[in-house]
């Protein structure tokens, strides 16, 4: 959906630092959200942090913590201050990371708000975050302290502030499986239950899809409705701009369908004292678009034809890290230099194809591989087709068609099953 993915990710698990250690052994059951601003133009960026809070519950993953589950255009990395040793990873992209590929970048500076969860240790504990380019070097980063005494650590999540919820899907504790949360956006008090319908909608859309159906067990599933005071959601072109949950508007970086919003905090206000790990924003409107940012949110909108085919699309981006299988531009995407081999598991510029589907192709296959016109070949024929990660040439995907190219497609390709299924297992197996 997006024109230049930072949802990109390669799933490959990296190599551990430190050896594995209980959850219990370095934290207590709580969460600290970390909202940070990150800045700068196509020259120079910063991170600063911007506030630390304490949500009640902690709804991630208690094991594999010092792995990287991906390798993403950013990460996170806590260390227990007093040994040194490595506790927690994680990563993530950003719509900032994205903004300084635009033409704006060079010639205004911005800052952009970001929140990340990370389990809430028991002793004070040093936070080092890092950005990084598309060659993969870091451009910023920033090291803190997090004191779990610090009386400033704003305490959020109470019971009677809790936002309205309800449970779609239960299928365990927020310890044993992964919390989505589906946010409302531009739903007035008055469409509360159409807002809950729709949700259903897009719970059902995604369970309709491997590998999240045989794997459905290790998921729950939350409707959160965050009011809004106008119905609908804005649209700076025609000149609407609506009071909404989290200000969301379509056109980012000028672009007609691209729907995001950069009030990132209001997203995870609406949601503190809910246990959640990935989020789901819906908007209330039939106009086309979307957007997904690994590790960050999920937005589309919630009436238009496509909309099934669509949130599932963009929870491919938020959760799984894939990229985009389509191309519209002859020219190289600044996304994806051809020297280097991108993040995604489900794009390869072959610089490296040994670390992506190599292992799926059957020896013979030619390099491009002809596209497949056989119905029953189009989506299970693995091979490597031109054209993908929003450039016609030096890009490649994995089949002819796939759910993260066209909406027409009724799955994800083997190559995208397989990059899930690896991170849904990651997250829940012990």
């Given at each position: 959906?997006?024109?230049?993915?930072?949802?990109?990710?390669?799933?490959?698990?990296?190599?551990?630092?430190?050896?594995?250690?209980?959850?219990?052994?370095?934290?207590?059951?709580?969460?600290?959200?970390?909202?940070?601003?990150?800045?700068?133009?196509?020259?120079?960026?910063?991170?600063?942090?911007?506030?630390?809070?304490?949500?009640?519950?902690?709804?991630?993953?208690?094991?594999?913590?010092?792995?990287?589950?991906?390798?993403?255009?950013?990460?996170?990395?806590?260390?227990?201050?007093?040994?040194?040793?490595?506790?927690?990873?994680?990563?993530?992209?950003?719509?900032?990371?994205?903004?300084?590929?635009?033409?704006?970048?060079?010639?205004?500076?911005?800052?952009?708000?970001?929140?990340?969860?990370?389990?809430?240790?028991?002793?004070?504990?040093?936070?080092?975050?890092?950005?990084?380019?598309?060659?993969?070097?870091?451009?910023?980063s920033l090291t803190h302290e997090i004191d779990p005494k610090d009386i400033l650590i704003h305490q959020r999540g109470d019971e009677a502030s809790i936002t309205p919820h309800r449970y779609l899907l239960k299928s365990g504790s927020e310890e044993n499986?992964?919390?989505?949360?589906?946010?409302?956006?531009?739903?007035?008090?008055?469409?509360?239950?159409?807002?809950?319908?729709?949700?259903?909608?897009?719970?059902?859309?995604?369970?309709?899809?491997?590998?999240?159906?045989?794997?459905?067990?290790?998921?729950?599933?939350?409707?959160?409705?965050?009011?809004?005071?106008?119905?609908?959601?804005?649209?700076?072109?025609?000149?609407?701009?609506?009071?909404?949950?989290?200000?969301?508007?379509?056109?980012?970086?000028?672009?007609?369908?691209?729907?995001?919003?950069?009030?990132?905090?209001?997203?995870?206000?609406?949601l503190a004292g809910i246990p959640y790990e990935h989020i789901i924003i819906l908007a209330n409107t039939d106009t086309y678009g979307g957007g997904g940012i690994y590790n960050s949110y999920t937005l589309t909108t919630a009436h238009h034809p496509m909309?099934?085919?669509?949130?599932?699309?963009?929870?491919?981006?938020?959760?799984?890290?894939?990229?985009?299988?389509?191309?519209?531009?002859?020219?190289?995407?600044?996304?994806?230099?051809?020297?280097?081999?991108?993040?995604?598991?489900?794009?390869?510029?072959?610089?490296?194809?040994?670390?992506?589907?190599?292992?799926?192709?059957?020896?013979?296959?030619?390099?491009?591989?002809?596209?497949?016109?056989?119905?029953?070949?189009?989506?299970?024929?693995?091979?490597?087709?031109?054209?993908?990660?929003?450039?016609?040439?030096?890009?490649?995907?994995?089949?002819?068609?796939?759910?993260?190219?066209?909406?027409?497609?009724?799955?994800?390709?083997?190559?995208?099953?397989?990059?899930?299924?690896?991170?849904?297992?990651?997250?829940?197996?012990?």
């Amino acid at each position: 959906m997006k024109r230049h993915l930072l949802a990109a990710i390669c799933i490959g698990l990296s190599a551990f630092a430190g050896q594995a250690q209980n959850f219990d052994d370095y934290f207590v059951n709580k969460t600290i959200r970390a909202d940070y601003i990150f800045s700068g133009n196509s020259e120079a960026q910063a991170i600063c942090l911007d506030e630390l809070s304490s949500l009640p519950q902690w709804a991630g993953r208690r094991h594999h913590l010092s792995e990287l589950p991906l390798a993403g255009n950013g990460e996170i990395e806590m260390k227990d201050k007093a040994s040194g040793k490595i506790i927690y990873r994680t990563s993530f992209s950003s719509l900032f990371q994205e903004w300084i590929c635009e033409a704006e970048a060079k010639k205004v500076t911005r800052g952009f708000e970001n929140t990340f969860l990370i389990p809430f240790p028991k002793n004070t504990a040093t936070v080092t975050i890092r950005l990084k380019d598309v060659y993969h070097k870091e451009t910023a980063s920033l090291t803190h302290e997090i004191d779990p005494k610090d009386i400033l650590i704003h305490q959020r999540g109470d019971e009677a502030s809790i936002t309205p919820h309800r449970y779609l899907l239960k299928s365990g504790s927020e310890e044993n499986c992964i919390d989505i949360a589906i946010l409302a956006e531009g739903y007035t008090k008055e469409e509360t239950e159409l807002f809950y319908k729709d949700a259903q909608t897009a719970c059902e859309a995604l369970f309709s899809h491997e590998p999240f159906k045989k794997l459905k067990s290790r998921f729950n599933v939350v409707a959160v409705f965050s009011e809004s005071k106008d119905s609908g959601v804005s649209i700076p072109r025609q000149n609407e701009w609506k009071k909404t949950a989290v200000s969301s508007h379509f056109d980012t970086f000028y672009s007609d369908r691209y729907l995001t919003t950069r009030s990132v905090k209001a997203i995870h206000n609406w949601l503190a004292g809910i246990p959640y790990e990935h989020i789901i924003i819906l908007a209330n409107t039939d106009t086309y678009g979307g957007g997904g940012i690994y590790n960050s949110y999920t937005l589309t909108t919630a009436h238009h034809p496509m909309f099934k085919p669509v949130v599932v699309h963009e929870f491919g981006h938020s959760f799984g890290g894939l990229a985009d299988e389509y191309a519209y531009d002859a020219a190289p995407s600044p996304q994806y230099p051809y020297s280097i081999e991108p993040w995604e598991q489900n794009i390869t510029t072959l610089a490296d194809f040994d670390a992506k589907w190599k292992d799926m192709v059957e020896p013979g296959t030619p390099v491009p591989t002809p596209v497949q016109t056989e119905k029953s070949l189009i989506y299970t024929k693995v091979g490597v087709y031109e054209g993908a990660g929003y450039t016609q040439k030096g890009i490649y995907r994995p089949t002819t068609e796939c759910r993260m190219k066209i909406n027409e497609a009724p799955v994800f390709c083997p190559v995208c099953q397989r990059a899930l299924e690896k991170l849904i297992r990651f997250y829940t197996d012990k």
